[in-house]
């Protein structure tokens, strides 16, 4: 996937300055950003809820005005540990942990959904998506201690893995600079929701317009 994205990335810088494209008709963009989820723990715990998050996809300019477009979108990693003694419940069945416990959910997707253009002049754009990312998630939970989840116990060091998948709907908005008629660069917000939780996203993206 990283080299996909630094694919489309040079082939964008490389394009000819100065061609001409039609108001509609197929692109292909790629973007990196920060992503930040908006986690629920109980007290005492460190969490570490952001990371880098990607994107790589492509699109079709009905007109100036809407487009479809659809991809990839990694979302990262979050985290969060303590120390001590737990119980508790997590994704719906019991657990009791002693040691150092820690939890990670890591999520990415494919999204589909219209993006709205709102031309402020030829170089300048504003921008509003709604659409829908099918998201999975792989989560996992681990103690130095004792673990035990589900009714196993885990020894020390034994990790607990879970994955979880399901089809949520995001909303952004962004603004657009034009450098020519082909290329372009945007900065965004995005709010995607994966297993009941906000993910708010920031990202810089290159976009190639055929």
């Known amino acids: 996937m990283k080299k996909t994205l630094l694919t489309i990335l040079i082939a964008g810088l490389f394009v000819t300055f100065g061609a001409n494209a039609a108001d509609n008709g ?15 723990v109980p007290a005492g715990f460190t969490v570490d809820n952001k990371d880098t998050t990607s994107l ?46 820690s939890g990670s959910a890591d999520a990415d997707g494919l999204y589909i959904g219209p993006v709205f253009t709102f031309p402020v002049n030829p170089q300048f754009e ?36 879970q994955k979880d998948s399901g089809t949520d709907a995001y909303y952004g908005i962004g603004a657009a600079y034009n450098v020519t008629k082909n290329v372009g660069m945007s900065i965004n917000y995005t709010r995607f929701k994966v297993l009941s939780t906000d993910v708010d996203t920031w990202d810089v993206r290159l976009k190639y317009s055929f």
């Open 56 to 101: 790589v996809g492509v699109g079709y300019k009905i007109n100036k005005y809407i487009a479809i477009e659809g991809g990839y979108r990694d979302l990262g990693k979050a985290t969060a540990s303590a120390s001590g003694t737990f119980t508790g419940t997590y994704k719906g069945s019991p657990y009791s942990a002693t040691g150092v416990i």
């Open 26 to 40: 197929f692109y292909i963009e790629g973007g990196v950003g920060q992503s930040k989820a908006n986690l629920d």
């Open 126 to 161: 504003v921008l509003a998506r709604v659409g829908l990312l099918d998201w999975s998630v792989k989560q996992n939970l681990s103690a130095t201690g004792t673990l035990t989840y589900q009714g196993t116990t885990y020894a020390g060091g034994e990790t607990a893995s």
